[in-house]
């Protein structure tokens, strides 16, 4: 058995390490075993580099440690529940540091009713994670909107938008060519064309 520990923080500026070491000691009451997978990467993709690389990586009975179940999931109901499928095709035992029902192993009558539990505990904390995440966002929507800010967008890059004309009007490349040459992806060479 291998504790598989997981830390997340949806972006680059957020510590994905802020919990490591806490975790890495309460790994000890179950394996001196353990592996670290650390990402920044949203909770909202189920797709993630480092969650993968653990699905992928471990075995029957191996432990997945998470904090908390928002740091595993901010996912839609649908993708949790793949997620959930996955962890439970590995064999995989979840422990969530901050749910003490998570923590211990029970077996016969008891062990099957808190597994019960557990599981919808879980799927409650998971669903709340997401909905505080789409709760955030609203009222950063909301906020932008009432103080007037209006995003202005990416501003074109002029001197490249010349290239590509230029290049465009020589009927001589293709825009897959044009798009390597400039430096750009091909719809820009498109949407430039297009527009002159």
């Not at 019960?116 to 909107?145: C, F, H, S, W």
């Amino acid at each position: 058995m291998t504790v598989r520990i997981y830390v997340r923080a949806s972006t680059k500026d957020q510590d994905a390490k802020r919990a490591l070491s806490d975790l890495i000691g309460f790994s000890k009451g179950y394996d001196d075993s353990y592996i670290e997978y650390i990402e920044n990467y949203s909770g909202t993709k189920l797709d993630r580099p480092a969650l993968t690389k653990l699905l992928n990586e471990a075995n029957q009975d191996d432990i997945l440690l998470v904090e908390s179940v928002d740091r595993l999931s901010r996912l839609s109901q649908d993708d949790f529940a793949i997620l959930k499928q996955r962890i439970k095709d590995k064999g995989l035992r979840l422990i969530v540091a901050d749910l003490p029902t998570t923590h211990t192993i029970n077996t016969g009558m008891s062990g099957e009713i808190l597994a019960v539990i557990n599981n919808m505990l879980i799927d409650l904390l998971a669903t709340m994670a997401k909905l505080d995440n789409d709760k955030r966002r609203e009222r950063i929507k909301q906020g932008l909107a009432n103080s007037g800010y209006k995003p202005s967008g990416k501003k074109p890059n002029t001197t490249k938008h010349n290239r590509i004309r230029e290049l465009g009007s020589q009927n001589n490349m293709t825009k897959e060519e044009i798009a390597k040459a400039v430096g750009v992806g091909v719809a820009t060479v498109y949407r430039v064309l297009k527009d002159t």
